[in-house]
């Protein structure tokens, strides 16, 4: 019984000791499967190119500079193919049925980043991971830090959402020698780590080929569409804009007495300069797309040197000297019909003796019109208080002693205000609307 379990002791012993993976079977294998040339593309037919199956993994976008059209990004591909010259039983070589033997010693595929600002050259030369199966089949693991271009549309900055690609070919192997295929039609974002600034909406791969030189070459792309995070530009770029418009505008609200109305509309000016000079260095300097936020900051910046025009008109007039320079009539009815139609109170009476002479006449009046109750009477004081103010009012616009030129100053400022009032805020809730929607939509 004792001699039966020894003896099987020992053949389980004696078989895992063949079947060990000891570093022996693997310095055998390389010894005896690698003596080949790495130039030399490993096929049995040369007329028949090497498929190569790619996946792109992205690991981090680190930036997208939208001056320069330049994406940083980290990334590692998956990189397989057949190699005919190398294959080997595990059984006979200790269970070992993957190697990992040195780069240099392997045939590879001289793949390129076409888009690349940095210099051209093949990828994975600075960090390589390859390794080798009992099949023949070679896995190589190249990880790069990306340095793309990338076509940026600021049309709706900042809800301005960015298309970037990677796009790879092989170096010098035309699709005689080699044939990239993708494995999955996507970049794979199994291990992306967010960036603050921009967000990942999808991601698609296409193979396409393109002609260099009269040779057809297979060209792999990968796109990213980022979206970028408007918060902190809204809050620090397009709120203070829309509040500086909407502030420039109580320019025509200050009296002209007080003397600080030109050097306030003078500092809105320059302050829309500023604000302008900040949004143009986050624009690229190509003219290829033109931003819907520079271009509302331009028309603010020519609305803010109208106000200052009209403010030195207003206070010309408002220092007329009338003696030497009468109202002309003409103007004299201008300014009537426009204090009608805006319901403004003339200046040549005070509001409080306008609203005491009526309040005693239609006191006075107020048993002579019809009505019964408590409520006829109320109804018939307000119909008299209205209709001995309208008549007031048009009493007070119609005395050509009245028509001053600081009356003259006051009505234009009116109505310029409640002109650039509704052009501003139709112009801005329009301006928003367009660069949210565009936004959310694509969602």
Known sequence: MLNSALTALSLVLITDMCLSQSALNVSKLHDELLNLIPNVRPVNDVTQPTVVNISFHLLSIISLDTVSQKLVSNGWMSVVWHNDYVSWNPEHHGGVWRISPHPDRLWRPRLTVLNTLKDLKPVG?????????YKGEVFWLPAERFETFCR?????????????????????????????????????????????????????????????????????????????????????????????????????????EAGERLAYAMTS????????????????????????MAVSLSCQLILSAVYVLFCILSLRLFHRDPHKHPVPPTLQTLIVGLELLLCLDPPSQPRNAVHTEVETISSDNSGTLYGTGVKGSRLQGHLARWARKRKVRQEAYTQPQDMTWQRVSRSLDKLLFRIFFCLVMMYTVVVIIIMTSHYFNAV
């Open 152 to 256: 940026v549309d600021v049309t709706f900055f900042p809800f301005d959402i960015q298309r970037c690609r990677w796009e790879f070919f092989g170096w010098a192997q035309d699709v005689n020698e080699i044939v990239l295929q993708l494995v999955q039609p996507s970049v794979c974002l199994d291990s992306f780590q967010k960036n603050g600034e921009w967000s990942v909406m999808d991601t698609t791969a296409w193979v396409e080929t393109r002609a260099f030189y009269g040779f057809p070459f297979s060209v792999v792309n990968y796109e990213v569409t980022l979206r970028r995070r408007p918060t902190l530009l809204a809050l620090t770029v397009l709120l203070p804009v829309v509040v500086q418009s909407v502030v420039n505008m109580f320019v025509f609200t200050i009296p002209s």
């Open 125 to 133: 030369e600075d960090y390589v991971v390859i390794y080798l199966t």
């Open 269 to 292: 000016f320059l302050s829309f300069g500023v604000f302008m000079s900040f949004i143009v260095d986050l624009m690229p300097s190509s003219t290829e797309t033109l931003s819907i």
